[in-house]
């Protein structure tokens, strides 16, 4: 449709207090009746300068940071981050804490997509039970986190070189609880939003990108496989005990917001999968490495990614040999998706920059750092 | 950490060799990673070289990093080719007076918003972003945070009435 | 009894009956869809909560309430009362039983049409008044949704009024003695429940008060009792959407056993209890998809609707037929909707 | 004075106080929401006369249809970047052309004979859409062509011109 009638082009400031911008995200869209014409984001409205504060805390104290980046998928910001400093000073983890840190990073994928499905929801106009039917699963997920690390969120559970403890005695009996009552929550999701006509109605042919558009933006994790570009770095790029473990990596075709939402759901299954496995194969033993007791890693520089729920999460850690980071940069995956956003908001209506938006699934703790 | 044994290693030693000839650039590989090293007026050239090179296809900018190290910044270019799972850095040193770089937006446009960070976070200023604001801090505040010679203190934004 | 003591009495009982109906609905809504999310609803205020909606209200009427420096003074504050009284007019001629009425006018279903089609000004001037982009959009987004589907919506009443050969809501409530006009016309029930539910500003067509998108619209910057008139006047018109529907669509009061009026709220409360639970259940569509939805699908079947109500009345079919043919129509209307495309894509 | 007196001299002088509001309001939504007073003035005046239906039509038609189209159109504009026109050069001539217009009335209102009919009884529906339907349907077929005509034409009129 060609503009027809000669119209008068609105501003429209959307956050940082718009319930559906997920946090303190601010855009400014400009928009022709109900048709967006351009958008300009804003972010930093939660920096909280993290990476600077990284260089003024020893090597242990910064993972208490990282918890609070992505603070929806903390274990897994937590690996991404002692990681680097194993691999910087070259300690081998001993198998068992792979494993408990595999599981625990898996369900917490879980958790993340479950907010995210829980979000869309909202956005997409079901009042509430989406969101509730999603928290009722977390809510599981997050007191099983409590059992082991005694905090629902932050957890500041992974060390360098292994983890804080072992499971606790009754993780096993726990999980057989969960993991039926986890896939069948999922299913339920799905069924509520997935197959609803008004839901594919709303999300199919909604904020395309097509595969090289999104890799030149740097697009990463679900954003990207939605395209169809099969890029996993557990596959891609193994790290950890995630080579023992059978998954399927699901791809997109479209690269649009319902491809994005499938593609979601599918990898909880197959997160769910994967704790399977592990649950099942992991040996006892050690769950820390001799490790000294002041972190004084060799000058030098690594950088580690590992696949978050939002994608690639990139740390670059500089040391000189000090007890501290020299620099540690954070390449966060929500921030590199939301760069995308002008991109995908092309020629949408209001209506679905907020679906477009939730289905990037940004966390602003991440984006702002 | 295995991703490149050493016969991917070479051989993407050999390509890097080859497409970087005529390029002053300092290749090495000191943790497996091949590094190279460039001015920073042929950091663009060489880039678009990376990414367009069919044997190389370096089209994912996994990360882009500024450090302050004292006497000089540095940029680093973590590039990541999706096709051949190709890992390379590319690394950029810029004085400390006088910070200029140029953008590599026009290579790949992902590193957008990386390149504002930096510029705001350590003054440096790329030449040919097509929109350089800051992008985390508050407007109008033209302190550097992350450089080693800013305080750890908290950032004072400027409020109304201030002169 | 002079007549002026007589009608303030039938509107102060029929306002009474509103207000304590509204708390109630407010209370069923928050329980309903608690249940339906897998949580209990309040619990705290009084057993199972029976008082949060007594509180809530008093919260309302206690809070401070609050005007936009630079809103328009006049038709931000006039605009709750402008939502809220052709509402409440509507009622004026509602009967909850042969005798229980305010007035039954003869031309009832003309002016239910007529006087609830004004609230929309209200809308309007608390969009525009609010001085507040977000409450604009909503106002104008209800203003374009209002205008789409009271076209659908009069259409379906019409097919009654051409059935009943009357606009008296008593007289076509007491032809519905042995058979409800829902089983006469199916495709003109689903027609206006639908074109109700966009009327009513209810999900999926919530799109004027949209949370997710305009935060609220028309009703972003009111606060207390200025926004509790316009939460009470939501309430009000979705009773007497759902009394208007049971009247002629449900037969009202026409069944044995209960006492008449009790007939009329249970089908009333079951049609409201279905909306709550399509509420709990639907996304949102979008603008455009509504607008598409309203024009080409909702007004050619309004159309073909009343096009089989005439040719039955023409050529006096049985009624039988009639069911069948709207009950097929209403059958492909929703295949119809089931593969409708989600609106054009550039 | 009857119930009925008092409630026709309120509802005139609603009616002309919206009037009123509609040409002296210096604000185009406010003049909008004036001329809705006196419209649904004049309505109930129709009620006064036993003009249920036609009263009725009033509130739907003006009221609900006309105003909300008139606020539609002057919220989407913004009134306040075109300064309101109040005086121009034609002021006198248009006093002198409402005043003729007001003698013309004074003067034909008092030479008139007035016919006082027998109040009817409310009018019968039914012989209404009758008479609508059967003796005038052709008008009535013509006056809605016309107003499709019209509507049309605005349509087109609002068009931009293609280039």
């Known amino acids: 449709m060609q503009r027809q009638l000669d119209t008068v082009d609105m501003t429209l400031n959307m956050g940082p207090q718009h319930p559906s911008t997920h946090g303190v995200f601010r855009m400014v869209l400009t928009v022709d009746g109900e048709r967006i014409v351009a958008v300009e984001p804003y972010i930093g409205y939660l920096h909280r300068g993290i990476e600077k504060l990284s260089e003024t805390l020893n090597y242990r104290q910064v993972i208490t940071l990282m918890d609070r980046a992505d603070y929806l998928a903390n274990f897994n910001n937590e690996l991404t981050y002692v990681m680097a400093v194993e691999k910087l000073m070259r300690i081998e983890v001993p198998e068992r804490a792979e494993y408990i840190r595999v599981i625990l990073c898996e369900l917490n994928r879980i958790a993340s997509h479950l907010m995210f499905y829980g979000a869309m929801g909202s956005d997409a ?27 629902r969120m932050m957890h500041n559970f992974f060390r360098v070189g292994g983890v804080r403890d072992d499971l606790p005695r009754d993780f096993g009996p726990i999980m057989a609880r969960l993991i039926p009552q986890l896939r069948q929550s999922i299913e339920d999701c799905h069924n509520l939003l997935g197959h609803n006509e008004v839901f594919i109605a709303r999300s199919k042919g909604i904020g395309t990108i097509g595969p090289q558009e999104a890799i030149d933006y740097g697009l990463s994790g679900p954003a990207l496989r939605a395209c169809g ?13 995630y080579p023992k473990l059978d998954f399927r990596i699901p791809v997109g075709k479209d690269g649009d917001c319902y ?17 399977e496995q592990a649950l099942e194969i992991i040996p006892p033993g050690p769950v820390m490495a001799q490790v000294p007791k002041v972190l004084k890693p060799p000058p030098g520089e690594v950088y580690v990614r590992t696949e978050n729920p939002r994608g690639d999460l990139g740390i670059y850690l500089v040391s000189q040999g000090g007890d501290k980071p020299y620099r540690v940069k954070v390449r966060a995956p929500s921030f590199c998706n939301l760069m995308a956003l002008e991109h995908l908001l092309r020629d949408c209506y209001i209506a679905d920059c907020v679906m477009v938006l939730g289905s990037l699934d940004i966390v602003l703790g991440e984006v702002d750092r | 950490m295995t991703a490149l044994g050493p016969k991917e290693d070479n051989s993407l ?81 810029i004085p400390l007076e006088d910070a200029v770089a140029p953008s590599v937006t026009a290579v790949w446009r992902g590193a957008d918003w990386h390149e504002r960070e930096a510029a705001e976070m350590f003054g440096i200023t790329f030449t040919g972003h097509p929109h350089l604001v800051p992008l985390l801090l508050e407007e109008g505040c033209d302190e550097h945070p992350l450089c080693k010679s800013h305080p750890m203190v908290a950032l004072r934004p400027p409020r109304n009435g201030d002169s | 009894m002079p007549w002026y003591v007589d009608i303030t009495a039938r509107v102060g009982a029929m306002l009474i009956f509103l207000i304590l109906t509204v708390l109630a609905l407010v209370w069923l809504e928050r329980k309903f869809a608690g249940r339906i999310q897998m949580r209990l609803g309040p619990m705290r205020t009084g057993y199972q909560g029976l008082l949060q909606s007594l509180a809530d209200a008093v919260k309302l009427l206690l809070k401070e309430d609050l005007r ?63 001085d507040n982009k977000y409450a604009l959009l909503g106002a104008v987004r209800s203003a374009a949704q209002m205008i789409s589907y009271e076209l659908p919506l009069v259409l379906a009443l019409l097919g009654i009024a051409m059935q009943a050969s009357s606009l008296n809501l008593v007289t076509i409530v007491e032809q519905q003695r042995f058979l409800p006009n829902l089983f006469m016309q199916p495709l003109g029930f689903t027609l206006f429940m639908v074109a109700a539910l966009a009327e009513l500003h209810r999900s999926p067509f919530d799109i004027p008060v949209a949370e997710s998108e305009v935060v609220g619209g028309p009703f972003i910057e009111y606060s207390g009792i200025r926004w509790g008139i316009f939460y009470l006047s939501e309430y009000v018109n979705l009773v007497a959407v759902a009394a208007l529907a049971s009247l002629v669509f449900l037969g009202g009061w026409e069944w044995p056993l209960l006492p008449p009026a009790a007939w009329f ?49 023409l050529y006096q079919w049985p009624t039988w037929t009639v069911s069948l043919i709207s009950l097929a129509m209403a059958i492909v209307a929703a295949a119809t909707v089931y593969h409708f495309p989600g609106g054009e894509r550039r | 004075m009857t119930g009925a007196q008092f409630l026709f001299y309120a509802l005139g002088l609603a009616t002309v106080m919206g009037g009123l509001g509609v040409v002296l309001s210096r604000n185009v939504v406010h003049s909008a929401l004036a001329l809705l007073l006196s419209l649904i003035a004049v309505a109930g005046i129709y009620v006064l006369l036993y003009a249920e239906f036609l009263a009725l039509v009033q509130v739907l038609i003006y009221g609900g249809a006309i105003v909300i189209l008139l606020l539609f159109v002057l919220m989407l504009t913004r009134s306040g970047e075109s300064p309101l026109v109040l005086d121009n050069p034609q002021k006198p001539v248009a006093l002198v052309v409402s005043l003729l217009f007001m003698a013309i009335a004074i003067v034909s209102f008092f030479l008139t004979r007035w016919k006082l009919a027998q109040a009817p009884r409310g009018v019968d529906f039914s012989v209404l859409g009758g008479s609508l339907f059967q003796d005038w349907v052709l008008p009535f077929e013509v006056a809605s062509l016309v107003l499709l005509v019209a509507l049309m034409g605005a349509i087109i009129i609002a068009r931009e011109s293609p280039q």
């Not at chain 1, 570009?229 to 005990?241: G, K, N, T």
């Not at chain 3, 998809?289 to 096009?307: E, G, H, R, S, T």
């Open chain 1, 229 to 241: 570009v099969a890029e996993d770095l557990r596959r891609s790029d193994p790290y950890s005990i």
């Open chain 2, 13 to 93: 030693a050999v390509l890097l060799g080859q497409t970087l000839e005529g390029v002053a650039a300092v290749i090495e590989q000191p943790q497996g990673e091949a590094v190279v090293t460039v001015e920073p007026e042929k950091l663009v050239s060489l880039c678009r070289r990376l990414k367009e090179d069919p044997g190389l296809g370096f089209d994912y900018l996994r990360c882009l990093s500024a450090v302050d190290y004292g006497d000089h910044f540095q940029l680093v270019y973590h590039l990541y080719s999706m096709a051949y799972g190709h890992k390379m850095v590319v690394k950029v040193n």
């Open chain 3, 68 to 130: 936009p420096a630079n809103a328009d003074r006049w038709a931000f504050q006039m605009a709750p009362f402008v939502v809220f009284v052709p509402i409440f007019l509507i009622f004026v001629t509602i009967p909850f039983s042969r005798e229980l009425v305010i007035r039954n006018l003869d031309m009832g279903l003309f002016y239910i049409i007529a006087v609830s089609g004004l609230s929309i000004v209200g809308i309007v001037m608390a969009g525009w008044g609010s």
């Open chain 3, 265 to 313: 709220l249970v089908k009333t409360f079951a049609l409201i209890m279905v909306i709550m639970w399509v509420r709990a259940t639907l996304p949102r569509l979008r603008i455009d998809q509504l607008m598409d939805f309203a024009w080409k699908i909702l007004l050619p079947l309004a159309f073909v609707n009343i096009f089989i109500v005439g040719l039955y009345r």
């Open chain 1, 259 to 275: 491809d994005r939402y499938l593609l979601r759901v599918e990898e909880m299954r197959q997160s769910l999968y994967m704790v």
């Open chain 1, 125 to 151: 106009g079901v009042f509430g039970t989406a969101f509730m039917y999603a928290f009722q699963a977390r809510e599981k997920i997050v007191a099983a986190f409590e059992s082991v690390s005694g905090a």
